[in-house]
């Protein structure tokens, strides 16, 4: 069972945890037992409570119901995910992002948003929202760029691959000049050993894991964990059981694809494509 650690309640995750672990101590429950009441695993409860694990809205009204805290989790939580600077959705994958020790990526359709160019990033977003204020797009290009130079920064740390489809890499996005310049960055990553780039072509044929986007984190103290994604979705997995089906169809897609130094060559020809 997770252990509490000191906790600092100057941020709010860390002071959702130490409520969470003070209220249940009050109510006389172990973390087993009040895991039984809200549906989760007594370890999981655990690791909110040393703030490892972002609260959930869904849950965090199961737990106001078991301690008859009055709504105060749902409220600390809503605060917690209007603080972020993502999506809702994606807030909890994000910080767990910080302390990945690996993070693998299956790509689809769309550019991994840690391999983005600023400008790859800036015609998504105009694709999808064409109405959105100029400086809401800039400060969602921003905003992925800090978050892509953060961990780009050291190879190691956390040792980053992406599988991306050959479709990633001919599905025009903001033109020639932009998808020019985003193939190149894509060969810069694999020649500064950033990150281990595979390409799956069209004809390695089918895999799970083609439904949508999927990435797979490990850590050095927690379990591993899985995050997939569609369009203004995205959901948090932690069930063992599904994080390692999720980890066996990546092992299949990585063996189905272009070795790194294949899918660099293919990468090169493609750039060729988007030269005028």
């Keep these: 069972m997770s252990q509490p650690k000191h906790l600092d309640p ?8 130490a409520e969470l672990r003070r209220r249940r101590e009050d109510a006389g429950m172990s973390q087993s037992g009040l895991g039984e009441l809200v549906y989760c695993s007594g370890a999981y409860i655990g690791l909110m409570e040393m703030a490892s694990r972002r609260p959930q809205l869904d849950l965090s009204e199961r737990i106001d119901a078991a301690l008859n805290t009055d709504g105060f989790f749902r409220r600390l939580c809503e605060a917690i995910l209007k603080a972020s600077k993502f999506a809702g959705y994606f807030a ?24 983005q160019t600023a400008a790859y990033t800036r015609s998504l977003v105009e694709s999808a929202r064409p109405l959105v204020d100029p400086q809401e797009i800039e400060r969602r290009v921003s905003v992925r760029q800090e978050r892509a130079r953060a961990l780009l920064k050291d190879p190691a740390d956390p040792e980053l691959w992406f599988i ?11 033109g020639d000049g932009v998808m020019r310049e985003q193939l190149e960055h894509f060969a810069e990553v694999i ?5 281990v780039i595979q390409v799956m072509p069209f004809s390695g044929g089918v895999n799970p894991l083609l439904y949508g ?17 569609s369009a203004y979705s995205g959901q948090l997995i932690e069930d063992p059981t599904v994080v390692a089906g999720n980890a066996k169809s990546y092992d299949l897609a990585r063996a189905a694809a272009m070795s ?8 090169g020809r493609l750039t060729e494509d988007y030269t005028p």
């Design 191 to 195: 020649r500064n050993r950033q990150a």
């Design 10 to 17: 100057a941020s709010m995750g860390e002071f959702y945890g």
């Design 260 to 267: 790194p130094e294949a899918s660099l060559a293919f990468i």
């Design 213 to 229: 986007t999927t990435t797979l984190m490990t850590f050095a103290d927690e379990p591993p964990v899985a995050y997939t994604e």
């Design 164 to 174: 991306v489809h050959e479709a990633v890499l001919r599905v025009p996005v903001g």
């Design 92 to 115: 909890a994958a994000a910080e767990l992002e910080q302390r990945a020790l690996t993070i693998s990526d299956f790509a689809t359709m769309v550019v991994p948003g840690l391999l």
